[in-house]
């Protein structure tokens, strides 16, 4: 992960959520962060290829720099990875041959934002797919008057669109699940965005997720380091719980060099530490809510990128917790409970606690980062940076490092 170019850059990322509520492929922006600053293209493909390598989970970038941009489309990158292009640069003649180059390559082309008049004829084809931010798509809008888009155009495109009509569209911006069921009902392919802000009631009612329920108390078991026995009878309620814990602790993300037969050769290998670590992990990716998926993608990723950032700085103490406070961060979306409510049934470290049920004490700043970097404001970002005073070439790795590791776990 030794590029210049992750110091020169900052990176925000989210998911591409299909309708079968799946994460399909990884959305990830690139700002420079120096404008007019010359950016290698090839360094930024080299720096991205180790976290999504050919044959991996489809990329596709999202660049904020028109010349960068430009120099990624004449390098060729993998038909793996795709590219967003703004309207304004389909519709430039200048840009049509690259556009159809990429195109005959084997690149999908990503259409940001619907175009002011009509896309040339030739790069027509290269477009399968149109980005368009949910609160700029009137058909989102319940008060939209249905007759107010141009004949023939798509509802709420604008004027001089209306040869794009072929191209599916797909929702960004989506903040909340009524958002993203919303936008899937009126026919997006896919959504880019966080579906995890919608509003946690006090004393609300706990989600019924017996898996959920059998993690948290083992969890409670291994923090007071009960025999094996207690441990191995309580999972046993959960054959597949048991299955998936052994195929998390035998995954390469591992490192083991024996396989883990039994879960008391778990415990034996491992140590409790450890182990409760596998647990958080896994009470982060068990609901079986297909809504929640891009919730456990958020949580094992938050939990990787803290560890990650505080390699830098941090002993294995704070690593171990700062990757227990990211996975378990979204916990109260599974649950449907507030933290201070929760963490009153799951033991976390003190510092953990303070971050997710108070927003306060050394870990915040870590957490901040992470939520920023999620986001799609540069100013926040760097505001974050700042908070933490990290800067962005020990940022930007420890985030590609938590991406290659989780795909690991995927």
């Known amino acids: 992960m030794d590029h210049a ?17 799946s994460v399909a492929a990884t959305r990830l922006t690139v700002w420079p962060l120096q404008q007019g600053t010359k950016l290698d293209a090839s360094m930024l493909l080299q720096a991205l290829a180790e976290a999504w390598p050919v044959g991996g989970q489809a990329l596709w970038l999202n660049v904020a720099s028109e010349g960068l941009l430009q120099d990624l489309m004449r390098a060729q990158p993998g038909s793996h990875i795709l590219l967003e292009i703004p309207a304004f640069m389909a519709c430039d003649e200048a840009h049509v041959d690259a556009l159809c180059t990429l195109h005959a390559n084997g690149n999908t082309l990503l259409l940001k934002d619907r175009p002011l008049q009509e896309l040339p004829r030739a790069v027509l084809p290269c477009f399968k797919q149109s980005i368009i931010d949910y609160d700029d798509d009137r058909r989102n809008d319940p008060h939209a008057d249905a007759h107010s888009a141009p004949h023939g155009a798509p509802h709420g495109a604008a004027p001089g669109a209306g040869n794009i009509r072929s191209i599916t569209s797909i929702q960004a911006g989506v903040r909340t699940i009524g958002e993203m069921e919303n936008a899937f009902r009126n026919g997006a392919t896919a959504v880019l965005g966080w579906p995890i802000d919608d509003v946690i009631q006090e004393s609300g009612k706990p989600a019924d997720q017996p898996a959920l329920q059998v993690i948290v ?15 191995e009878h309580t999972l046993k309620r959960d054959p597949p719980l048991a299955y998936k814990l052994m195929r998390y602790i035998n995954s390469p993300a591992f490192g083991l060099s024996v396989e883990i037969s039994s879960f008391r050769h778990a415990i034996m290998i491992l140590g409790y530490q450890r182990l409760k670590r596998w647990l958080a ?9 297909p ?11 938050r939990g990787l990128f803290m560890e990650e950032l505080a390699r830098v700085s941090g002993d294995e103490d704070m690593r171990n917790e700062l990757f227990i406070c990211g996975v378990f961060s979204l916990l109260d979306r599974m649950f449907r409970l507030p933290f201070n ?18 927003r306060s004490g050394p870990y ?31 940022i930007n790795p420890a985030l590609l490092k938590a991406m290659q590791s989780a795909a690991q776990l995927d």
């Open 291 to 301: 809504n929640m998926k891009p919730v456990m993608f958020a949580a094992v990723r």
């Open 217 to 231: 108390m083992l969890i409670d078991q291994v923090h007071r380091q009960e025999d094996i026995e207690v441990l």
């Open 341 to 358: 409510e929760l963490l009153k049934t799951i033991p976390v470290p003190e510092r953990v606690f303070q971050a997710l049920a108070e």
């Open 5 to 21: 170019i992750l110091g020169q850059t900052a990176l925000a990322y989210s998911p591409v959520i299909d309708r079968n509520r």
């Open 364 to 394: 915040e700043p870590y957490f901040k980062l992470v939520q920023a970097m999620e986001g799609s404001d540069l100013f926040e970002i760097k505001d974050a940076a700042d908070g933490l005073m990290m800067g962005f070439g020990d």
């Open 281 to 289: 992990l896994l009470l982060a990716t068990a609901s079986k809510d």
